[in-house]
């Protein structure tokens, strides 16, 4: 197959792979790890550690010491767990808008019926697989065998973090891990029409391609209605805070804290006032209108494209996408101007008596006038304005109210009419789009339970590191993703689900609060399009964080993926397949990891990117894995090991994904350690080969095959071998088993 070269000689020049490796010996159990491994806060997250201890020599004779430590997370079955309960909370929510959005007429009754009844199928579903997650007590792995059952769907396959302690006796002691899991995708729903990113675009593409449907909207007019409604839940609550903290520096007297609760009140109420001011809201206001029973629209259909005779007489006409939106002449437009504009209002009368109590305006009655006119219109029916400026709170509690009243009026009407859009995006494409919102959702939850794993740990190790936790909310984390599926065959659908479930993780942030109790699990908050994920930290802890991060501010990834095929597969992919997807991938990421990199060097420090690494060092390899990219060089894993260097050097967390984190993973992940101790830590150049045998043959890797698949046994065979990347061949005596 064109890639046999120097197999015969490697196996003949390492005398050590057919005998038991002495350079290791095995200890495990928690009473093993010690120092920053040996902490309650990570002992939550992790369990079940596997250790193994090496001494190697260095270059210049002397010998370094190596645990290798290999653990699971429960956070494997705890996220998924707490996601599938906010999605169905989140759908018991949409279902009830819809079955709110009133009276409408017998065709459009009939559509929410319909999407109804599949909605409830689908939370009935979700319901029974949780169900199912939450008789897994204690649960804290996947095995590879197990990725196809379908109550296990949101599970993440075969998940661990694996650990390299690095003892030198040149430099200090250094900790260096990885996150191993199986790709992200939907195994149980299979692969025959593709995966989600294939899936996607050709829905979309239909949707587009669709000249008549009797809907108003495009799936872009669908995206921004779903913005909008996730920007009113979001800046409702927020509004609502920090209206009741004006109140409360109102009753304390405090000037200060009063002018700094308005001035955030301000700028949440203007958001949320911004908001509506979208043309989308007060179409979709006509649109119900016109849906409710009597309102037809005026406006034919295109006489070019005459209406098929067989629609139903209760159907409205069809409605092309490039005509305006139908007006119907009882409707009074000029009434939502009114009832937003009142929220802008009511705010105006609120800064005007904030003003006036804190005397910045004078105090003088002259000037407060026409702001006591305003807030005289705005007040609630037979409410008084007290005339004494002595309680504050007094003065200004109308005005919070009426403002929360008119905010709540404008939440109702918009949410419905915005609704009534999701309604017909869910009407027009069932069940397609159901099934899809299931496969994402799968493919997001293993996703998400690396993502909370990895960020954990990498906070854990770095909290003595002022650097990075100001770099954590200063642009946020970087997540390097290392894909080693082919793309041939299924593994093309788990490539296509892997990169999309990756992309939707930048729908996700972290808040860092303070622990109550002992339980420091995270808690997960939010709806589809976006999620924030409360990490716990004990109160000593969580006093040594930057003031920032402390008072909640959000914490950002930016997830990337590179892949490469190894495998026997892919070279049948290069030869007479297609791998137009892997280089598109690859080149879609590097500039999404170039932008990290920009943004890097501009809002960083320069006294703390020096601290480990010049300039040009990341410059530079950033130019070489893009040119990587570009040579289209056949099964060219400099690409992952520059993308994982990069990411080191940016203090990212790292992830290594096969389709079952078993094989093809670990023969990456023990090279990275041994390439690792050559590059900085001064491997002997005479023991490289040998240590990575050790590690493969006698490490913890083979221990994961054997937890996974009952057998201590790498899923190659020879002839596969042959196909495989030099450095990713596994010592002889270590593979022969069929995979699973």
Known sequence: MGEIEDWGADQVSTDVQAQKCALVCECTGPENVSGKDNLPFLNAVLTNPVCKLYRFPTSDNKWMRIREQMSESILSFHIPKELISLQIKEDLCRNQEIKELGELSPHWDNLRKNVLSHCDQMVNMYQDILTELSKETGSSFKSSSSKGEKTLEFVPVNLHLQRMHVHSPHLKAAIYDVITVGAPAAHFQGFKNGGLRKLLHRFETERRNTEYQLIYYSPENTAKAKEVLSNINQLQPLIATHADLLLHAASQHSPDSLKNSLKMLSEKTELFVHAFKDQLVRSSLLA???????????????????????????????????????????????????????????????????????????????????????????????????????????????????????????????????????????????????????????????????????????????????????????????????????????????????????????????KIIEAKSNDVLPVLTGRRDHYVVEVKLPA????????????????????????????????????????????????????????????????????????????????????????????????????????????????????????????????????????????????????????????????????NVLKNIKCRKYAFNMLQLMAFPKFYRPPEGTYGKADT
Request: net charge negative; hydrophobic share 35%; glycine share 6%.
């Open 288 to 510: 119900l209108y016109n849906a409710r029973p009597g309102g037809v629209p005026k406006k034919p259909p295109s006489p070019q494209r005459p209406v098929e005779e067989s629609r139903p007489q209760d159907q409205p006409p069809p409605i092309r996408r490039q005509d305006s939106i139908p007006h119907h002449s009882d409707y009074d437009e000029e009434e939502w101007d009114r009832v937003w504009a009142s929220v802008g209002k009511s705010l105006n009368c609120i800064i005007a008596m904030v003003d006036r109590l804190t005397g910045s305006d004078g105090g003088s009655e002259g000037s407060g006038g026409p702001s006591q006119e305003g807030e005289k219109e705005l007040l609630p029916a037979g409410a008084i304005l007290p005339q004494s400026q002595d309680d504050w709170y007094e003065q200004l509690h109308p005005l919070i109210l009426t403002l929360k009243d008119c905010m709540g009026e404008v939440v109702t009407r918009a949410k419905q009419s915005l609704t009534f859009v999701l309604l017909q995006e869910l009407a027009y494409s069932l069940p397609q789009c159901l099934m899809l919102t299931l496969r994402r959702d799968i493919v997001f939850s293993q996703a998400l339970a690396g993502l909370v794993c990895g960020f954990i740990i990498k906070l854990h190790t770095s909290l003595d590191d002022p650097g990075f936790l100001d770099q954590l909310h200063t642009i946020g984390l970087i997540v390097q993703y290392e894909g080693l599926l082919s793309t041939y065959s299924d593994e093309i659908g788990m490539l296509e689900d892997m990169a999309v479930g990756i992309s939707d993780l930048k729908k996700v942030a972290f």
């Open 540 to 703: 000593g802890l969580f006093e040594s964080l930057p003031l920032q991060i402390k008072e909640g501010q959000l914490l950002h990834v930016h997830p990337v993926l590179f892949n490469v095929g190894i495998n026997e597969q892919q070279t049948l992919a290069e030869r007479f397949g297609d791998v137009s997807l892997q280089e598109s991938i690859n080149q879609e990421n590097f500039e999404l990891l170039k932008e990290y990199y920009e943004m890097f060097m501009e809002k960083m420090p320069p006294d703390y990117i020096s601290q480990f690494q010049e300039q040009n060092d990341l410059k530079g390899l950033l130019a070489n894995l893009h040119q990587n990219i570009q040579a289209k060089k056949r099964k060219n894993v400099e690409i992952m090991w520059l993308a994982a260097t990069i990411c080191r050097k940016l203090n990212g967390i790292r992830f290594t994904c096969c389709k079952s984190a078993k094989d093809r993973t670990s023969m990456s992940v023990t090279l990275e350690q041994c390439s690792i101790l050559r590059d900085e830590h001064q491997l002997h150049k005479d023991f490289f080969i040998r240590a990575l045998d050790c590690m493969r043959r006698e490490g913890c890797r083979i221990e």
